[in-house]
């Protein structure tokens, strides 16, 4: 579910950071008020955890694998806005240092994971379990809020990276029609994203998030598991909710026009521009040559040229070396 | 799982250490991620290839000047996420958006080759130094750094843990009994990572009050602006110029 | 300088930790503690640094005494902090920085020194201690010698007159043994209380003035 850079228009990103602004910006508020004390030690401990989460391949029946975000799980922990805090962090050093998701696409990013992700599955967990981890009594029933916690979490985070995808052509496109980002609607971008987060990703997030409770509960059951944080009021989570749908619809609202959206329909049964698309489609030698060249004086593509020619044939004889040498190549 | 571990502890180990060999001058850490970001959001922003392509032939020359193991391991990170939006891109071709596969991948391999040499020459200090210098909450930085830390801690205690486990483990098990024994040991690994963790926590904020913590952090690095930080900030005009002038001439 | 009267502790599940504990730390002197697993010198140490408080009893720093709601008072707790230093068991949980040098001088920004005086104190630990190579380091990626090495110079840069320490010899090689024991020995002022916990025998003849046991039921020997 990392974004990647070019995935999403600069204006998306700019867009999903703004809305991020103010969530980090209360976080920052809540954790200094409401946390015990020893709370960025334990936030340093859920984002680090969040991470070793995504490299756990758990694997599913039918010899497939799959990995989970854990948002859930540190914010039924440590609280939504800690979790929040913590993910961002977790993201911010995967697309910094390991170029994991991107960074213009960080926002987005974190608005999914670390923003729609723990609270979507810390208000599920404690709308079904609402005196979740204060009473032995209440043990399996904590486990499956958690369970049905973590999977609406997660489903709802995918779902809003699907419509951010999807809003992406509708919006960005060059004359000729062709889409700048990415070229999938909504008819395509939702299923094939949340099919993989129904089914498998799913499935993975609630095993990562119930094996560790449960393992916690009986090694060390006397760890207060409860989050004692005042519950969130009910004109937040109005806003919140609010913010969560009108995000994407803002954008629309924000772009071209809302009227895009018969166009794309039109476009997507094939009447609009798609002969042209295609046309150009299958001429392979006209995508580069025209896209890259048009109107620019000849002998800057001379020089790139021969700039890259020669940056590939450095890079190459020095891969052959390190072959040669019998080193190998990490 | 322990490989994707230990290479990735290795990394963050390997940081920590190879920069006292650099020769090239130390620029600003933040000056430095702002070029990349620059130069990422023009290219997303760029409607023409030219800017891209020649965003990527410097990425390349930079590329080119690094030793070959660093370039084989710059390359093979590269690897998956352009193969990967090659393949996401593929049915694009055929549902009318057929410059969109190649626009979009070169833009991908453009951006994370950036990222990816920005982090050849920074170590993981720097880039999170960088956000504190531009006057982030110090709370955000103060969560980055202990979120490495403890990566490496944990990472080190889960690995050990597997190991562990691997010598009491004997592939008989078939089917949905290997399953089941899969997840108990994922989560007893993860679970008990989970407890040593909330205990170091702890006692690594009693430590922190040892010292006299009293909620605010400053930093001891400091950085001078110096001339070959202007020199590199001349970079942002530049592109900035060379983004307007592609444009202009579509 | 430091004063148990009666002191005892109970961990919340009702078991005692310290049991009745009356005793008279001194300057100047080194006090050696040891005694087998679980007869409480980590709660002790606790309690000296204010992180724990005692169930029954009192504890005196310079005659004052210090109770968990004058600890929450954040000028006494500085105070305490400034005047006793603490080298944990596990060095790994204490060095939280991003570099050895950040390690350092956190204790010193905390203290409000002026920025010319930290970096004059780094300087003079890092190179005290033996540390020049690895100031750019993360302490996370050090050895255990190095992570002890740089404990000691993050709290000896406080320049804390009370300096305790819990297993100091715990998990290093003979080499780094042997350094610890003799720069311990270094530290022995005529003003300075150095209280060490730890079963190692030689250590405790090469530094002791005096030699504490606890035993069992959780009281001094």
Sequence with gaps: MHIPDNYLSPETCIAMTAAMVPVWAVSIKKVKDALPKDKIPKMGVGGSFSFLGMMFNVPLPGGTTGHAVGGTLIALLLGPWAACIAVSMALLLQALIFGDGGILAFGANCFNMAFVLPFVGYAVTHLIAPKFGTEESTKKRDLIAAGVGSYCGLNAAALCAAIEFGIQPMLFTDAAGNALYCPYGLGVAIPAMMIGHLTLFGLVEVIFTCAILAFVRSAAPEMQLSHKESHTSMPLKVFLGALILATPLGLLATGTAWGEWGTDEIADTGIGYTPQGMLDGFQFEAIIPDYSVAGMPEWIGYILSAVIGAACMVILFKLVSLLKKGGSAA | MDRTLMRLLGRILESDTKRTDSKLPRILPALRLSVVLLCILLCALSRNAVFVVGILAAELIRLAFLPPQRIAGVLGRLALPVLFTLLIMLPSVFLGHPRTMLTVTMKVTCSVLLLLLANEEMDWKDVTGAFRSLHIPGIFTMTLDMTMRFLVLLGRLADAMLEAISLRTFDILKGRKRDRARYMTAGGVLGTTFLVSQRMATQTYEAMECRGYDGVYRSYEKHRFGWQDAVYALLIPLAIAAFIYCQAAL | ?221
């Design chain 3, 1 to 221: 300088m430091i004063q148990l009267e009666h002191l005892s502790y109970q961990y919340p599940d009702g078991n005692p930790a310290l049991s009745d504990i009356t005793y008279h730390f001194e300057a100047g002197k080194c006090y050696c503690l040891s005694g087998p697993n679980g007869c409480g010198k980590s709660t002790l140490f606790r309690i000296l640094n204010g992180l724990s408080f005692a169930s029954a009893g009192s504890y005196l720093l310079d005659g004052v005494d210090v109770t968990e709601k004058k600890m929450r008072d954040k000028a006494f707790a500085a105070s305490l902090h400034r005047r006793i230093g603490y080298i944990m068991q596990n060095t790994e949980v204490q060095l939280f920085t991003r570099s050895v040098e950040e390690e350092i001088a956190f204790g010193l920004y905390q203290m409000g020194l002026s920025d010319e005086e930290v970096v004059a104190r780094v300087e003079k630990y890092i190179s005290l201690l033996g540390l020049e190579s690895l100031r750019k380091r993360s302490p996370f990626t050090l050895s255990g010698g190095e992570k002890k090495r740089t404990a000691l110079a993050a709290i000896l840069a406080m320049d804390p007159p009370a300096l305790i320490m819990d297993e100091p010899l715990n998990g290093l090689d003979e080499d780094g043994q042997q350094w610890v024991t003799d720069f311990i020995r270094g530290l022995k002022t005529p003003d300075r209380l150095l209280i060490v916990a730890t079963h190692n025998k030689d250590l405790i003849s090469e530094i002791a003035d005096e030699t504490i046991y606890m035993t069992k039921e959780h009281t001094f020997r």
